[in-house]
């Protein structure tokens, strides 16, 4: 008998951009948006599909905290202390 070390399930870390933007809690209509200039997180083909990597959504996140992305200079600022 043959011992087989499985290899891990690559397609488990892929999501669509449906699942992505479920994550994100965007419309889908918004990542594609980002994916035109290059803005969001970082995604490609697979056949006819967009698909996006966990991790990336992940460092693409910790990356807009880090940056203050999104962050309102506006009159909102001004009621923190």
């Known amino acids: 008998m043959t011992d087989q070390i499985s290899a891990p399930d690559r397609t488990a870390e892929l999501l669509t951009i449906g699942e992505a933007a479920q994550l994100l809690r965007a419309p889908v209509a918004t990542l594609r948006y980002w994916r035109h200039p290059g803005t969001g997180p970082h995604s ?3 056949g006819r599909r967009i698909v996006y990597r966990r ?11 880090a940056s203050g992305s999104g962050t309102s200079s506006g009159p909102l600022d001004a009621r923190r202390p």
């Not at 991790?55 to 905290?65: M, T, V």
């Open 44 to 46: 490609f083909r697979l």
């Open 55 to 65: 991790d990336d959504l992940g460092s693409w996140i910790d990356g807009q905290a």
